[in-house]
């Protein structure tokens, strides 16, 4: 398979909002990449902890062949976006360079997060395994956003539970909470996103025939139609501000008064925009790391 690749330049203040908009436009992956004025070093998703240190950052976005060329360069003009190359990329190639970024890290002596190429490693003892590499769908562990969220399922996340994970990308938090004994419905409103989540839960043992229901893979309007007040133990979204916002109500309801919502791809100039929207649930000091906030809350009362 190939991909329509797309090449831009952009300062680092700019980033987000350039990613924003080649999202909203359909790209199916991002990837950033150092100027050629500077160390061209492939960068997919920062290590925890780490952020970009290039003044100009070069973007590689990948879109469907089939995406409308004429739409996205408009879109790139009302940004104001120059110097955008156009080219064509194979999948098989796309897939090699991104191996090269795959995540190794352990949460709380709970479990380990590692390759795909590190499948059949010894296991540690009180540990389980997370197999993962780079794909078509936001989550590897890499990045400050995810890490952080992975943090909170390794200190919550267990058997028995009812877990969320809103926004799933690659699935990683929920495979992640359902590994440590939760039961997990994973919803996404990309079906990349959903797509992957499903290969990356049967990859890692869930789903088979003994625990068939372990990770419950959800379109948004699907999971809009079935979803329970009160339901959820755990409820994680690592997404952005604005849709945040915009979810603040049913993913409040969906919580159990007794739940934790954790909330993260927040910049730390939204987070009071963030939690005023939140008006049920108390938060507890913001943790930061590479400019990014996540926000852990529970029902007030609860």
Same mark, same amino acid.
């Given at each position: 398979?190939?991909?329509l690749?797309i090449?831009?330049s952009t300062?680092?203040?700019?980033?987000?909002?350039?990613?924003d908009?080649?999202?909203g436009?359909g790209? %199916?992956?991002?990837?950033?990449?150092?100027?050629?004025?500077?160390?061209n070093?492939d =960068?997919?998703?920062?290590?925890?902890?780490v952020t970009?240190?290039w003044?100009?950052?070069?973007?590689?976005?990948?879109?469907?062949?089939?995406?409308d060329?004429a739409?996205?360069?408009r879109?790139l003009?009302?940004?104001?976006?120059?110097s955008?190359?156009?080219?064509?990329?194979?999948?098989?190639?796309?897939?090699?360079?991104?191996?090269?970024?795959?995540v190794q890290a352990?949460?709380?002596?709970?479990w380990?997060?590692?390759?795909?190429?590190?499948?059949g490693?010894?296991q540690?003892?009180g540990?389980?395994?997370?197999?993962?590499?780079p794909g078509?769908a936001?989550?590897?562990?890499?990045?400050?956003?995810?890490?952080m969220?992975?943090q909170?399922?390794?200190?919550?996340?267990g058997?028995?539970?009812q877990?969320?994970d809103?926004?799933?990308g690659?699935?990683i938090?929920?495979?992640?909470? %359902?590994?440590?004994?939760?039961r997990?419905?994973?919803?996404?409103?990309?079906e990349?996103?959903l797509?992957a989540?499903r290969?990356n839960a049967?990859?890692?043992? =869930?789903n088979?025939k003994?625990?068939?229901?372990a990770?419950?893979?959800l379109?948004?309007?699907?999971?809009?139609?079935?979803?329970?007040?009160n339901y959820?133990?755990l409820?994680?979204a690592?997404?952005?501000?604005d849709?945040?916002?915009?979810l603040?109500?049913?993913?409040?309801?969906?919580?159990k008064?007794?739940?934790?919502l954790?909330?993260s791809?927040?910049?730390?100039d939204?987070?009071d925009r963030?939690? %005023?929207?939140?008006?049920a649930i108390?938060f507890? =000091?913001?943790l930061?790391a590479?400019?990014?906030?996540?926000?852990t809350?529970r029902?007030?009362g609860g």
């Amino acid at each position: 398979m190939s991909w329509l690749s797309i090449e831009l330049s952009t300062r680092r203040r700019e980033l987000a909002q350039i990613e924003d908009v080649l999202f909203g436009l359909g790209a %199916a992956a991002i990837t950033l990449l150092a100027d050629d004025h500077e160390d061209n070093v492939d =960068l997919l998703e920062p290590a925890p902890g780490v952020t970009p240190v290039w003044d100009v950052i070069r973007l590689q976005a990948l879109f469907a062949l089939s995406t409308d060329l004429a739409a996205v360069r408009r879109g790139l003009d009302q940004a104001r976006v120059e110097s955008v190359e156009i080219g064509f990329l194979q999948d098989s190639d796309w897939h090699a360079s991104m191996r090269q970024h795959a995540v190794q890290a352990e949460y709380a002596q709970r479990w380990r997060l590692l390759p795909k190429a590190h499948a059949g490693a010894q296991q540690k003892a009180g540990m389980v395994d997370m197999f993962l590499d780079p794909g078509l769908a936001f989550g590897t562990g890499g990045h400050a956003t995810t890490d952080m969220c992975l943090q909170s399922v390794a200190l919550l996340a267990g058997a028995g539970m009812q877990v969320l994970d809103f926004g799933c990308g690659s699935g990683i938090l929920g495979i992640a909470a %359902a590994l440590l004994g939760a039961r997990v419905e994973c919803v996404d409103h990309d079906e990349q996103a959903l797509l992957a989540t499903r290969e990356n839960a049967l990859y890692n043992g =869930l789903n088979s025939k003994v625990d068939e229901n372990a990770v419950s893979v959800l379109g948004l309007s699907q999971w809009r139609g079935r979803q329970d007040v009160n339901y959820y133990d755990l409820v994680l979204a690592n997404i952005l501000a604005d849709p945040l916002i915009e979810l603040a109500v049913p993913l409040q309801s969906a919580l159990k008064p007794t739940g934790t919502l954790i909330l993260s791809g927040i910049l730390p100039d939204q987070v009071d925009r963030v939690a %005023a929207q939140y008006s049920a649930i108390h938060f507890e =000091l913001p943790l930061e790391a590479s400019g990014w906030i996540r926000l852990t809350g529970r029902a007030r009362g609860g």
